[in-house]
DNA sequence: GTCTATAAGGGGATAGAC
DNA sequence: GTCTATCCCCTTATAGAC
């Protein structure tokens, strides 16, 4: 579903469709005549990231992503017969990127406050990863439509990132190292909203926010208030 | 809100050229033969706002609005000759609303940590409002990309909200009622952005956050840590 | 001011050759 | 596995009648 298609403006790349001459060969840094599907399924991943996150999954049409990943426009649909199977395969690899990016972190499985240093540390690693930062934002916006194929994918998005923060909080309380009247949830929801809106100013005008210092700021604001 | 009870089922509405049974007639509420247009136009934007939230900018055609407004294409095309044009009277007047619901709460200009209360007030009212937030939020998403046509209107948005707190925080040192020491700017933007990752996180899951309760809870949290 | 008709160009997807 | 060619729909915008 998700009908909509949509143009305005094509930016360079000679797209498809318009009896322009037949674009052939084309340096492509490929090896010889076949190559691993999963190194072509990986460049289109990839491709497609950075399309969607610079203009949108609705706003990008798949001869951008197959230009861009260096094959024609049937060869990409070759290996996603579909646009929103492709979007899937990129929110998939989102995630994962997420969640190795923090696991190499930390030995051990993150408890209490740790949580919330993990939450900390991963405002600052996305201050470097603008791309990645636009694809989660431009994407959200779109997504809360509830016929969005990346609907789904956003709800979970947010519901493991509010368990995991409360969950942390739920083991400082059992340590004694957080009051047991504080509000974890809530407080939870708080620190997943941050980082979603901060990102939305800091792409806007990435010189005047500092996503890291205002997250730190406001874990600072929590812990000072109900450590015990 | 909510444009136009405009009843008149038919939204296949052959739109474009494929030589499809022209459709005649169609009953629709207006009134005579010319009709206002202010009236129109006012129908227009209302139906236009609607949509935008529901489905976001890029992804509504024009054709939706015209006939979620009563009028044919080319009629909506006669008084907003681009889409763009549209998009910047939907925004204008989405602000005015916020202005003007926001004005009639006080007698005076906000002052101090009043301009917090109105802003957890806004946030209350928001609650209540799911179109406009839908507009909002769906809109901001399309416009962190610099050539969208709501880019610059995002940016003044943030930078207005922002700068209103961090004056109200600057205030309240003034009057002796928060500490020297406050991170005005700071707070200010965490405000903003929790504002916007809060609508986002509502929008998705209706029942399970309570906006205005998570956001009063932040307010709480800097009131009692930086009042004097 | 509003309509019908149509232009002009994307857009996703399929068929079938190589 | 990849391409070319093509289908068919959608979308914005214009022309001109009423």
Redesign the interface.
């Known amino acids: 579903m ?3 298609a ?1 143009a ?2 094509d930016e360079g790349a000679g797209a498809a469709g318009t009896g322009s001459p037949p674009r052939r060969g084309r340096g492509r840094p490929r090896g010889a005549g076949g190559e691993s599907t999963a190194n072509t399924r990986a460049r289109i991943v990839a491709s497609a990231a950075e399309l969607f996150a ?3 999954f ?2 990008t049409p798949m001869t951008a992503v197959a230009d861009a990943a260096g094959l024609s426009q049937s060869g990409l649909l070759h290996h996603f017969p579909s646009k929103e199977g492709l979007l899937a395969e990129v929110l998939r690899q989102r995630d994962l990127r997420d969640l190795a990016e923090l696991a190499t972190a930390r030995d051990h499985p993150p408890r209490g406050w740790e949580v919330w240093d993990d939450m900390t540390t991963l405002v600052r690693l996305n201050s470097g990863r603008e791309a990645l930062v ?1 694809l989660f ?9 509830p ?1 969005h194929p990346g ?1 789904g994918w ?2 979970e998005h ?2 493991s990132a ?1 368990d995991a923060l409360t969950r942390g909080l739920e083991e400082a309380v059992a340590d004694g190292t957080a009051q047991a009247a504080i ?1 974890a949830q ?2 939870a ?2 620190a ?7 990102q ?2 800091w ?3 990435p010189r005047d ?1 500092d996503m890291a ?2 997250f730190a ?2 874990v600072e ?2 812990r ?2 109900w450590t015990r």
């Open positions: 998700s009908a909509s949509n305005d403006a610079e203009r949108g609705h706003a636009r934002t431009s994407l959200a916006g779109e997504a809360v439509d016929e609907h956003l709800a947010h519901r509010v509000p809530s407080l929801r708080q997943v909203a941050l980082m979603d809106g901060l939305l100013q792409l806007v005008r926010v210092a205002d700021c406001f604001g929590v000072s208030r």
